[in-house]
């Protein structure tokens, strides 16, 4: 007697197989289709700005254009980046960022590390409204605060640090704020030590340690790929900054990459060729650091909830 099972199962099984296999390899196709031109439409303007610095300014604007440099393989081939580098001071300004840079992103770690810790373990009035506070200053852009914020360096902090050489011009406008707690950091930071087991609390506790130790001997060593991805979105975050460099930085021996790439463009015309070369020289420390440090990045983002 046939049952329900036998009456539904189809009595061409390989037939079966065989269009079920055929669905999903054009999914995979379809999937892997969208993939390739997604890449293609992603990597095809940093292409175009290698292939662009490699010609000369007339060059540039030939019609159609050209996927083959006119200074490929010549004697001048290198010229554009070696002007850049050498006759409009790049070196210099890729030392400048690389140490501001630096030092907000070592700022960012300590007090977003602190204030995470502080948030997550601790137990005091107003955690939470504290907290809440802190987060929503996320909801306010840096073009928001940069005003009152200028005011107060220019008429407080400058003739206040006037006699070891002010505020204004200086490199302490770029990395200072950093040191101030923020939002993101301290989010990340918080929840990355609330998945911690509160046991090591317990277990140091008993063994005598206080709070800061508890915080410097057994979450910071725990915490490095957060710490990690903090510091290098801190890294790229002030090193394409921009707004800040403008306001403060007016000797030219202290610009910023990102201070540099504006000198190529003028009210009338730019220059191209040099402008996309800066480009180039300004992106390759990036894309070095971040493959060197993407499994940090990766682990620490995965550790924190961020992926949910």
Same mark, same amino acid.
């Given at each position: 007697?046939?049952?329900?099972?036998?009456?539904? $199962?189809?009595?061409?099984?390989?037939?079966?197989?065989? &269009? #079920?296999q055929a669905t999903q390899a054009?999914?995979?196709?379809?999937?892997?289709?969208?993939?390739?031109?997604?890449?293609?439409?992603?990597?095809?303007?940093?292409?175009?700005?290698?292939?662009?610095?490699?010609?000369s300014g007339n060059a540039i604007?030939?019609?159609?254009? #050209?996927?083959?440099?006119?200074? /490929?393989?010549?004697?001048? @081939?290198?010229?554009?980046?070696?002007?850049? !580098?050498?006759?409009?001071?790049?070196?210099?300004?890729?030392?400048?960022?690389?140490?501001? #840079?630096?030092?907000?992103?070592?700022? &960012?770690?300590?007090?977003s590390s602190l204030a995470g810790?502080?948030?997550? $373990? !601790?137990?005091? $009035?107003?955690?939470?409204? /504290?907290?809440? /506070?802190?987060?929503?200053?996320?909801?306010?852009?840096?073009?928001?605060?940069?005003?009152?914020?200028?005011?107060?360096?220019?008429?407080?902090?400058?003739?206040?640090?006037?006699?070891?050489?002010?505020? @204004?011009?200086?490199?302490?406008?770029?990395?200072?704020? =950093?040191? @101030?707690?923020? =939002?993101?950091?301290?989010?990340?930071?918080?929840?990355?030590?609330?998945?911690?087991?509160?046991?090591?609390?317990?277990?140091?506790?008993?063994?005598?340690?206080?709070?800061?130790?508890?915080?410097? =001997?057994?979450?910071?060593?725990?915490?490095?790929?957060?710490?990690?991805?903090?510091?290098? !979105?801190?890294?790229?975050?002030?090193?394409?900054?921009?707004?800040?460099?403008?306001?403060?930085?007016?000797?030219?021996?202290? &610009?910023?990459?990102? @201070?540099?790439?504006?000198?190529?463009?003028?009210?009338?015309?730019?220059?191209?060729?040099?402008?996309?070369?800066?480009?180039?020289?300004?992106?390759?420390?990036?894309?070095?650091?971040?493959?060197?440090?993407?499994?940090?990045?990766?682990?620490?983002?995965?550790?924190?909830? /961020?992926?949910?």
């Amino acid at each position: 007697m046939a049952t329900p099972s036998t009456l539904l $199962r189809s009595p061409y099984p390989a037939a079966s197989t065989f &269009q #079920s296999q055929a669905t999903q390899a054009g999914r995979r196709a379809i999937t892997y289709g969208l993939l390739i031109v997604f890449a293609v439409f992603t990597v095809f303007p940093f292409f175009w700005m290698v292939v662009t610095s490699f010609k000369s300014g007339n060059a540039i604007f030939e019609l159609p254009p #050209s996927f083959v440099p006119d200074k /490929l393989f010549q004697p001048d @081939m290198f010229d554009n980046y070696i002007e850049v !580098l050498t006759r409009h001071n790049f070196i210099r300004y890729t030392i400048n960022s690389f140490f501001v #840079s630096t030092m907000t992103g070592i700022g &960012q770690v300590i007090t977003s590390s602190l204030a995470g810790f502080a948030f997550a $373990r !601790l137990q005091f $009035r107003g955690k939470n409204v /504290l907290f809440g /506070l802190l987060l929503f200053t996320a909801f306010f852009p840096t073009e928001v605060t940069i005003i009152p914020e200028f005011i107060l360096g220019a008429r407080v902090f400058d003739p206040l640090l006037e006699p070891i050489g002010g505020w @204004m011009n200086t490199f302490a406008p770029l990395i200072v704020p =950093s040191f @101030m707690v923020g =939002s993101f950091g301290t989010f990340l930071m918080r929840e990355f030590f609330s998945t911690l087991p509160k046991e090591l609390d317990e277990a140091a506790i008993i063994d005598g340690a206080n709070v800061f130790r508890i915080y410097r =001997s057994i979450y910071l060593p725990l915490s490095r790929p957060a710490m990690t991805t903090l510091f290098l !979105l801190s890294f790229i975050n002030n090193w394409n900054e921009l707004l800040r460099p403008v306001l403060y930085i007016s000797s030219r021996e202290m &610009q910023t990459v990102t @201070m540099g790439l504006t000198t190529f463009q003028g009210e009338f015309e730019s220059e191209w060729n040099l402008l996309l070369t800066g480009s180039i020289i300004a992106i390759v420390p990036l894309l070095v650091v971040y493959i060197f440090m993407q499994r940090y990045i990766v682990e620490g983002i995965a550790t924190t909830g /961020l992926k949910s």
